[in-house]
């Protein structure tokens, strides 16, 4: 396995941050690792990245423990943080050529590397460029070059696609499934659409534990969603019959149920029975964003 994660827990003070996660990755995966601020992510991360040590258990990348090889590990690892940190003054080929020095490449192969990531990232027509003068397309694009500078075996992205456009979104998923193909690609984001789209495993985090652990298509296939318009607010023991209940604002409900019947007639029935007024119902495929928010109910308290 290109990762194993055993029993990870972590802890500050009388905080549990992570409660004895057990997962495994392997090389060609791209997995989505999805939670709520204060979940667990950066932590989690921070830890595979060898930044913070675990209070209990074990991480190994590429069989390296993180605990006993901190170098070897980050060798090991390509990282593109949520806010990109670049030199706006310099120019992408030499801000590149920089990453690798630092990455102990030299003379002919760091020039080989830098040319290779260039083209593997489309810069191109940017490498002489100034980082400042770049769109947030492209650099974002720079970032992942200089997380591949050094050929590692797993890439850890968070948010790389937040504030861009359409037409970078696809350029930027394109370019993560072809990095994909020989490496690792961890990808941690609130946007479930480039989970759907980019992802062939999902691992989501609640409270430090690990409450789903599947592919897309398991967690969202098989279920369905009733929305529910109503007139005034009703409580949501009165439709918990149809299935699991969410008040998705103060008369908009969500109904997920694995039926394969249709519940308006039944709704509606009800509805006249208690007098209430129907403004709209519509019925849908159970999409991972509700998948997430029935998974994760729980307060904003911050990332952790």
């Not at 002489?128 to 050094?150: E, F, P």
């Not at 929305?227 to 409580?235: A, K």
């Amino acid at each position: 396995m290109s990762i194993k994660v055993s029993q990870l827990t972590k802890v500050y003070g009388s905080q549990k941050a992570i409660n004895d996660i057990s997962f495994e990755v392997k090389r060609g995966d791209i997995l989505g690792f999805l939670g709520p601020n204060g979940a667990g992510k950066s932590t989690t991360m921070k830890i595979a990245t060898s930044f913070i040590p675990p209070s209990q258990g074990t991480v190994e990348v590429e069989g390296i423990d993180v605990t006993k090889d901190a170098i070897g590990v980050r060798k090991q690892i390509g990282y593109l943080p949520e806010h990109n940190p670049l030199y706006l003054d310099m120019y992408v080929h030499e801000y590149l050529a920089l990453i690798g020095e630092l990455h102990s490449l030299k003379g002919k192969k760091l020039k080989e590397r830098v040319s290779e990531m260039v083209t593997l990232c489309g810069l191109t027509v940017e490498q002489n460029k100034k980082i400042g003068t770049l769109s947030k397309g492209y650099r974002q694009r720079v970032g992942l070059a200089q997380a591949l500078i050094h050929d590692p075996s797993v890439l850890i992205l968070d948010e790389p696609t937040t504030g861009l456009d359409p037409n970078q979104l696809v350029e930027i998923r394109h370019l993560i499934k072809e990095i994909s193909k020989d490496k690792t690609v961890i990808l941690s984001t609130h946007i479930m659409q480039e989970v759907k789209a980019l992802c062939n495993r999902v691992i989501i985090i609640n409270a430090g534990s690990i409450v789903a652990d599947d592919t897309v298509d398991n967690l969202t296939g098989s279920q369905h969603v009733l929305r529910v318009e109503l007139q005034e607010s009703v409580s949501l023991e009165a439709l918990s019959a149809f299935g699991t209940v969410t008040a998705i604002s103060e008369s908009i409900y969500e109904i997920a149920h694995s039926s394969k019947e249709d519940l308006r007639p039944k709704v509606f029935e009800l509805a006249k029975q208690n007098d209430w007024v129907i403004l709209s119902m519509q019925q849908n495929e159970k999409d991972l964003e509700q998948v997430f928010r029935n998974l994760t109910k729980q307060s904003d308290v911050g990332d952790l």
